[in-house]
């Protein structure tokens, strides 16, 4: 069972994203999480290997990084990501071994 975490769980996305993830047996919803939560101590009390973040561009950058700074796999659902900042998890990513996509 692969444990996620919805970022950005109260809106449209996020909703669809935790129904979407409860249908499936491979999958279990560890958290849902959005503005004011603290998605670092979240990723570490839950154990989660996957974070869906489906937020706003103006905090998809930084949302990445905690992400993969706490040891868990970012699945990114926001748009408005620059060259520079997809170069920057990308190196980011590698140094901590963990996989991610931005969609």
Same mark, same amino acid.
């Given at each position: 069972?692969?444990?996620?975490?919805?970022? &950005?769980?109260?809106? =449209?996305?996020? =909703?669809? /994203?935790?129904?979407?993830?409860?249908? !499936? %047996?491979? #999958?279990?919803?560890?958290?849902? @999480?959005?503005?004011?939560? !603290?998605? %670092? +101590?979240?990723?570490? /009390?839950?154990? +989660?290997?996957?974070?869906?973040?489906? $937020?706003? /561009? %103006?905090?998809?950058? *930084? *949302? $990445?990084?905690?992400?993969?700074?706490? &040891? /868990? @796999?970012?699945?990114?659902?926001? %748009?408005?990501?620059?060259?520079?900042?997809?170069?920057?998890?990308?190196? #980011? +990513? #590698?140094?901590?071994? @963990? &996989?991610?996509?931005?969609?």
């Amino acid at each position: 069972m692969i444990k996620v975490i919805i970022n &950005g769980a109260k809106g =449209r996305m996020g =909703r669809e /994203a935790v129904q979407a993830i409860n249908n !499936d %047996s491979e #999958l279990e919803v560890v958290a849902q @999480c959005d503005v004011g939560d !603290d998605l %670092s +101590a979240l990723i570490k /009390a839950t154990q +989660a290997q996957v974070v869906v973040d489906l $937020t706003i /561009a %103006s905090a998809g950058f *930084n *949302n $990445t990084k905690i992400i993969l700074n706490a &040891g /868990a @796999c970012p699945v990114i659902g926001t %748009s408005g990501f620059q060259t520079e900042q997809v170069k920057i998890l990308q190196a #980011l +990513a #590698l140094d901590k071994k @963990c &996989g991610g996509l931005i969609a």
